[in-house]
T-cell receptor, first 114, second 113 residues
Framework: DVKVTQSSRYLVKRTGEKVFLECVQDMDHENMFWYRQDPGLGLRLIYFSYDVKMKEKGDIPEGYSVSREKKERFSLILESASTNQTSMYLC?????????????FGPGTRLTVT | KQEVTQIPAALSVPEGENLVLNCSFTDSAIYNLQWFRQDPGKGLTSLLLIQSSQREQTSGRLNASLDKSSGRSTLYIAASQPGDSATYLCAVQSGGGADGLTFGKGTHLIIQP
């Protein structure tokens, strides 16, 4: 079974803090993704990566950056957290970038910025 | 820009009924379409993936169809059970296999025992 894990289920941070959200997959997947989910807005793509050290902006990259130094790990960074970044953050991975493989999701991190 | 719409937003039916969830998308040039379920406070569980060249996929009591030309997909759930209660999300991938998904807002399904 594919396993996508996220470092925290719940996180509370203060405005202005630098926040790291970590995601690890154990199935040698090439592609990794970060989404956020908000009531009324649904899931929206923040960033994705199709290879180590590669990254692509999604629909809402402002205020975020990412890092992918190893194939299995994809980090989402909030450089200076703000209250409008309070959300559920979901990481996903898929096998390859040349074929339509399923995306598998982690359990999510609920981030509250106060 | 791709937009995905799911109708209805919420649905409540008695146990045992067959039901259909609808998904529509504005740009028919999709790579694939994926159906997920999400339980409250949890991540997403992949149910079915339909490639753009396929018309349908089946898994157990679930059947998903795809009509790319009309921009529609349906998820058919046979003989519904209380354990099927969840939010069902439809998502399309419009670029290549490495691109992210565009999601609908989901259908919140309640199966009454």
């Amino acid at each position: 079974d594919v396993k996508v894990t996220q470092s925290s289920r719940y996180l509370v941070k203060r405005t202005g803090e630098k926040v790291f959200l970590e995601c690890v997959q154990d199935m040698d997947h090439e592609n990794m993704f970060w989404y956020r989910q908000d009531p009324g807005l649904g899931l929206r793509l923040i960033y994705f990566s199709y290879d180590v050290k590669m990254k692509e902006k999604g629909d809402i990259p402002e205020g975020y950056s990412v890092s992918r130094e190893k194939k299995e790990r994809f980090s989402l960074i909030l450089e200076s957290a703000s209250t409008n970044q309070t959300s559920m953050y979901l990481c996903a991975s898929s096998l390859g970038h040349r074929t339509p493989y399923e995306q598998y999701f982690g359990p999510g991190t609920r981030l509250t910025v106060t | 820009k791709q937009e995905v719409t799911q109708i209805p937003a919420a649905l409540s039916v008695p146990e045992g009924e067959n039901l259909v969830l609808n998904c529509s998308f504005t740009d028919s040039a999709i790579y694939n379409l994926q159906w997920f379920r999400q339980d409250p406070g949890k991540g997403l569980t992949s149910l079915l993936l339909i490639q753009s060249s396929q018309r349908e996929q089946t898994s157990g009591r679930l059947n998903a169809s795809l009509d790319k030309s009309s921009g529609r997909s349906t998820l058919y759930i046979a003989a519904s059970q209380p354990g099927d209660s969840a939010t069902y999300l439809c998502a399309v991938q419009s670029g290549g296999g490495a691109d992210g998904l565009t999601f609908g807002k989901g259908t919140h399904l309640i199966i009454q025992p």
